[in-house]
C-alpha cells in the first residue's frame, strides 16, 4: 500500500473516482472499447450494489462518482471492475496500479464534481 494514503470507503459519501490506461495509452479510444468498459461497469455495480452518479470515458482515462457498495469495499469493487475490463481487452498491461478518490462530502465539492462531469470546469 502507498505510504500516507488515508482512505475514506465506510463514510456514507459519495465517491469521485479516477484512474487511467497503463502509461496514459488511449485504450479507450474506441467504441468498442467504451462500450467493454461500461459493460463491466454495469456488471460491477450489480454485482456488488452500489450507484453510479455520474462517469466520463476518455481516452486514456476514467473518472465515476458513485456511492460506495453495498456488498464489500469500494477498493474491492474497482479491483474487480479493472480486472474484468482487463481480461476482456488485448492491451497488457491495461491499467496504471491504483486509483485516485475522494470523498464528496460538502455541497462545494459536489458542485466541482459536476462541473468535472459536465465539462463546466
Not at 502509461?23 to 456488471?43: D, M, W
Not at 460491477?44 to 465515476?64: K, Q, W
Amino acid at each position: 500500500m502507498t505510504r500516507g494514503l488515508v482512505r475514506y470507503q465506510t463514510s456514507g459519501d459519495f465517491h469521485f473516482i479516477t484512474f487511467s490506461c497503463y502509461h496514459r495509452k488511449p485504450y479507450l479510444g474506441t467504441a468498442a472499447a467504451r462500450s467493454r468498459f461500461e459493460q463491466c461497469l454495469e456488471r460491477t455495480r450489480i454485482r456488488y450494489s452500489f450507484v453510479v452518479m455520474a462517469y466520463v470515458v476518455m481516452p486514456e482515462h476514467v473518472h465515476l462518482l458513485v456511492t460506495e457498495p453495498a456488498r464489500d469495499t469500494l477498493a474491492r469493487a474497482l479491483q474487480a471492475l479493472k480486472v474484468s475490463v482487463s481480461r476482456l481487452s488485448p492491451e497488457r498491461p491495461f491499467w496504471q496500479a491504483r486509483y485516485y478518490d475522494f470523498n464528496v462530502m460538502t455541497d462545494r465539492k459536489r458542485i466541482e464534481s459536476f462541473g468535472i462531469f459536465t465539462g463546466i470546469l
